[in-house]
């Protein structure tokens, strides 16, 4: 009767909720490419080098195009690039939990520049990439104007990094193809 008890209670305690640290989807090498694919159109981000800790990165998609540095501090996924304006932005907070909320400014996808709210949705969505592939676990963040309008939701999965963004409509662009790249950090 004790070990029914114990095991009832077990069971109806409340769970933890998930969470996950940021570095788990900011990949450390250089030479890491993704290839997007939007429509008919292909799109790229790699990193080009990885030096004192930080990644320079670039974007292009379609008419949008972007460079910078990423790096983590103190756990959390940093983004310093023109496009987002001066300094460094948050691109993801040290601890991802259901709810998390941040102030940013907007996201590359809408442009850069503005002011965007991003709250993480899930850690555990479920991606269909356009070659068939499957990627579980992804963590999906909304991005909104800060009236909640305009929604774009952007997925990451871990130690790959960003797997698409879907916008108010449809898909902006998902992944097709990642290469892992060559090397890890150098001085």
């Known amino acids: 009767m004790i070990a029914l008890l114990l095991s009832l209670a077990v069971a109806q ?27 008919k159109t292909k799109g790229r981000s790699s990193i080009g080098a990885f030096v004192d800790w930080k990644a320079s990165f ?55 520049g503005g002011v965007a709210q ?13 070659n068939g592939i499957t990627v579980e676990n992804c963590l999906a963040v909304l991005e909104t104007k800060p009236d909640g309008t305009e929604p774009y939701t952007h997925y990451w999965a871990p130690n790959i990094g960003k797997v698409g963004v879907r916008g108010p409509e449809d898909w902006l662009y998902r992944l097709v193809e990642f290469r892992p790249g060559r090397r890890g950090h150098s001085e």
């Open 118 to 130: 991003y709250e993480v949705m899930t850690l555990d969505a479920v991606v269909e990439l356009p």
């Open 13 to 39: 305690a409340p769970m933890a909720e998930p969470s996950r640290a940021a570095g788990q989807y900011f990949i450390q090498k250089s030479g890491v490419v993704w290839i997007y694919e939007q429509g």
């Open 58 to 112: 670039t974007f292009s998609m379609g008419k949008r195009s972007a460079s910078g540095t990423w790096r983590v501090k103190e756990g959390a996924w940093l983004e310093r690039s023109a496009a987002r304006g001066e300094g460094e932005v948050v691109l993801l907070p040290a601890n991802l939990t259901r709810g998390a909320r941040w102030t940013a400014p907007a996201s590359i996808e809408r442009g850069g």
